[in-house]
């Protein structure tokens, strides 16, 4: 694959050229600076560019004009780094050679015109549509707490303290209410010229004519602006929270919260994701095999690593009886790790599933694309240095990161159902 | 060895029955690092009402015992446990039951034929005992419980009790915590002799490897054990009248919103297309009345009678099609009725039909650019229509608009069954 950087003043335009998949795809990338406050502005907005255009009215004309440029796909994305908020705007489209002649000058006309020529009339979001989205998006708060995974691992996070790891990258159903069409409008201007800008685009593509195409399209509507990133350091441990909700289900869910102290580049970017394969996460990990098979304790448990925040989080599908069990085995299979006691083989095997992991990126265009955003933008490793560091990980190394894991955080969606047949 | 050219994509499947009856199909995908294989039992929920292998007399097993039997095969008698030992050939791996089938795959990009071999290998050794099959029970119990606090499980489930009979699709895949507690060794070995036989079983393999490498490989493999020949297992045809079993019920559940499924039940016989043929017109006709591209669904948002598209589906089951129609409002009642208007009074329009071909078209590209979406349309296929077709993406390609006008024109619409999903706090 070919990767090259063409710079401008306010914004860079990074080409991966590959004939290996059938289609390309354009993502321009904003980078903004954490405010609470946007976190709901950002998912209405989201919801306000895909649904129609100054050019197409409304949410149908868009999803025929996408079933004209043969499912031609474009999406908004928000993504939370520590101190940083992403905005993604994305457009998948097939090549010519399987379409029809001229596909990727209409697919990037059409996706030019959805990033930058919204549906804003003098000065305030169209009313019509700006219901719907406001809509779709109350919708969406109101319905959260049915995904008992994602809504307790929220309400974890909710009581950590630092301001950029406990809020939902989504908002907040009592911001929602202060959001109109003009206010947005406002904030649509403001999100990109607060922003600093990265242009990706990977495919088969002639970069000379796609890039003269971006530039005309991009040139005057995008800002310089340096937004720093910064990963999160904890540099200290603190009491442990618990919390407990109940609701009328069958199963509990559990989630046990830890702080990463003083991670170094090095374990974030190389020994984390070892360490957490042995520790929680496949069906070969310390907590599948002992918390759930040898003990039957839990239908499903997983660690998730969160690298740019320093954090660890355990979730388990559980009968709320055994809570104090699961909780004791969770930190029992941590302090295994701590001091030690794990054999080669569990570092041989957490190795080969980083680089069958990495090596399977090749084959998804998405994830060589997540991975260069995710170097250009964060200064995290590319694709091959992390490949090369796989097999440089010692269980030294693993016993060091596992004893920088600390409890702060006990969070229980407690099931009240009695376990009875209907 | 057969070629399967899949027309229209460039692409050929390779194809053999072996001796023993082990349907085997491999595609070559040459640039990519992945391979993945699915190693299918012709066994699922649906099927616990036979004459087992060996035996005169017909036996009633347990439902959820093919869930049952699937977590169990990964219990082996001796050496590292199957998860360990995938993972230390690099392998990922896990199964799946649904009504009719239950699969275990693996995927992976190194030791390609040392993961065949294992996920073969490991599915044709069963090893249950009284005490690991106890042990199991505690595990499948949870994963019933998580099961049933899915409410839109639960809403689906419904909706197909409600359409059917005498078919048993709605009933749980799992079983409920008294089948669980049931299941004995005994009864595991007789699911397992009677349908998991080579002759009931496929393998599909998508990989960079070549096929005729591969397919002797799976050859070789199955040469040097033993399987009795048998005969097709008995299992009784289930007569599925038209009619729906009940056409309204209103459930309540841990949801927030209130939301409405109308499934429309057609036994594929009424047409002329073959089933494949049949459903995409179906799914054409109903995309365009009531999906996303439609007038009808931006106009019901609007009026806020809906608070979010329509969600389409077209299903086989069995001889029967169904399309249901899944919307989200708080006044069913008033859904309902304007559904039912529009069923009566459905449009086909030709700008429509030509935007919807390309873009069921363009879905098979996508298709083939990533290994995981080529055994997703592979298996599908297969499951579809018991063999993997040559002629599918021609199907898409040649649908004509003339024919969906001619033939879909005048369909009666009204066999139907409603489930309606309330909040549990809007229970009296």
């Known amino acids: 694959m070919d990767y090259k950087v063409y710079e401008y003043d306010n914004y860079n335009i990074h080409v991966l050229n590959t004939d290996k998949f059938k289609s390309t795809i354009v993502s321009l990338t904003l980078v903004n600076e954490f405010k609470k406050e946007n976190l709901t502005k950002n998912a209405l907005l989201r919801r306000l560019l895909t649904s129609s255009s100054g050019s197409l009215k409304n949410q149908t004309e868009v999803y025929k004009k996408s079933y004209e440029l043969y499912n031609t796909d474009f999406s908004v994305i928000n993504e939370l780094y520590n101190n940083a908020i992403l905005t993604i705007f994305d457009i998948e489209f097939l090549e010519d050679k399987y379409t029809e002649d001229g596909l990727q000058d209409k697919a990037l006309s059409h996706y030019f015109d959805m990033i930058f020529n919204p549906n804003i009339i ?14 779709s998006l109350l919708n969406y708060y109101e319905m959260q707490k049915e995904d008992k995974y994602t809504y307790s691992i929220n309400k974890s996070h909710e009581l950590l303290e630092e301001e950029q790891l406990k809020y939902a990258a989504n908002g907040y159903i009592e911001d929602l209410e202060k959001l109109n069409e003009k206010n947005m409008a406002e904030y649509y201007k403001e999100l990109f010229e607060t922003a600093h ?35 999160n350091i904890f540099d200290k441990t603190s009491d442990i929270k618990e919390a407990l909700d109940k609701e009328e289900n069958n199963q509990s869910k559990l989630v046990v919260l830890y702080k990463i102290l003083n991670m170094t580049d090095r374990e974030r970017n190389v020994v984390l994701p070892i360490f957490n394969r042995i520790f929680g996460l496949g069906n070969n990990s310390k907590l599948f095999r002992n918390v759930r098979e040898k003990k039957s304790l839990a239908y499903d448990i997983r660690s998730i690593a969160q690298r740019e925040e320093s954090l660890i989080t355990v979730i388990s599908g559980i009968s709320k009886e055994s809570k104090n069990e699961v909780i004791d085995s969770i930190n029992y299979e941590l302090s295994k790790l701590q001091k030690g006691e794990f054999n080669d083989s569990d570092i041989d095997d957490a190795k080969k599933y980083r680089s069958i992991i990495l090596k399977g990126f090749d084959d998804d265009n998405y994830s060589i694309l997540g991975t260069k955003v995710s170097s250009v933008l964060f200064n995290n490793d590319d694709l091959e240095e992390r490949r090369k560091n796989v097999d440089t990980v010692t269980k030294k190394e693993i016993t060091d990161l596992a004893n920088k894991l600390s409890l702060c955080i006990i969070y229980m969606l407690e099931g009240d159902k009695d376990n009875e047949e209907d | 060895m057969k070629k399967i050219k899949l027309e229209g994509l460039d692409e050929i499947v390779y194809y053999e029955k072996l001796d023993n009856g082990l349907d085997v199909y491999v595609l070559k995908k040459e640039k990519f690092n992945y391979f993945s294989a699915y190693f299918v039992t012709n066994y699922g929920a649906l099927i616990n009402n036979f004459v087992p292998v060996n035996e005169k007399e017909k036996q009633k097993f347990p ?97 197909l009790e409600n359409l059917f009979v005498n078919l048993q699709y709605g009933k749980s895949i799992v079983g409920t915590l008294n089948d669980i507690d049931s299941i004995t060794k005994e009864d595991l070995y007789k699911c397992y002799n009677t349908f998991y036989n080579p002759s009931n079983m496929c393998l599909i393999v998508v990989s960079n490897q070549d096929e005729e490498k591969v397919i002797n490989f799976v050859k070789n493999n199955q040469a040097k054990k033993h399987f009795d020949k048998m005969d097709k297992v008995k299992i009784d045809k289930v007569e599925e009248p038209e009619n729906v079993e009940k056409e309204y019920e209103v459930i309540y559940d841990n949801v927030s919103k209130t939301q409405v499924s109308v499934s429309i039940k057609l036994p594929f016989n009424k047409f002329k297309f073959d089933k494949m043929k049949t459903m995409l017109y179906l799914r054409m006709l109903f995309v365009m009345n009531f999906g996303s591209i439609s007038e009808f669904n931006l106009k019901l948002k609007q009026e806020e009678i809906i608070d979010a598209n329509i969600i389409v589906e077209v299903t086989k089951y069995d001889d029967y099609v169904i399309v249901s129609l899944d919307a989200l409002g708080e006044d069913t009642d008033k859904i309902i009725k304007v559904i039912n208007e529009k069923l009566n009074n459905l449009s086909i329009i030709e700008d429509d039909f030509n935007l919807i071909k390309k873009s069921m078209i363009s879905n098979f590209v996508y298709y083939f650019t990533k290994v995981d979406s080529i055994m997703d349309y592979l298996y599908g296929n297969y499951c579809n229509c018991g063999k993997i077709e040559s002629d599918a993406f021609m199907k898409y390609k040649n649908l004509s608009f003339n024919e969906l006008k001619d033939e879909f024109n005048n369909i009666d619409f009204s066999n139907k069954s409603i489930v309606v999903m309330k909040p549990l706090e809007k229970k009296e």
């Open chain 1, 122 to 135: 003098n000065g305030k979001f169209e009313e019509s549509n700006f219901k719907l989205a406001k809509k």
């Open chain 2, 63 to 159: 439902d959820g015992i093919a869930h049952f039997l699937e977590h169990k095969l990964f219990e082996q008698e001796k050496g590292p446990s199957v998860l360990e030992k995938f993972s230390s050939l690099g392998g990922v791996c896990n199964a799946f039951t649904n009504y009719l089938f239950t699969t275990y795959f693996v995927e992976g990009i190194d030791n390609f034929y040392e993961n065949l071999e294992f996920l073969i290998d490991y599915v044709q050794s069963p090893y249950f005992t009284d005490e690991n099959v106890e042990k199991e029970k505690g595990i499948i119990k949870q994963e019933e419980l998580m099961t049933k606090d899915n409410p839109y499980r639960t809403f689906y489930l419904k909706s």
């Open chain 1, 197 to 231: 800008v990265d242009i990706f685009i990977m495919g088969n593509v002639n970069d000379d004519k796609i890039i003269d195409l971006v530039n005309e399209n991009v040139k005057d509507k995008l800002y310089k602006n340096d937004n720093v990133y910064s990963c």
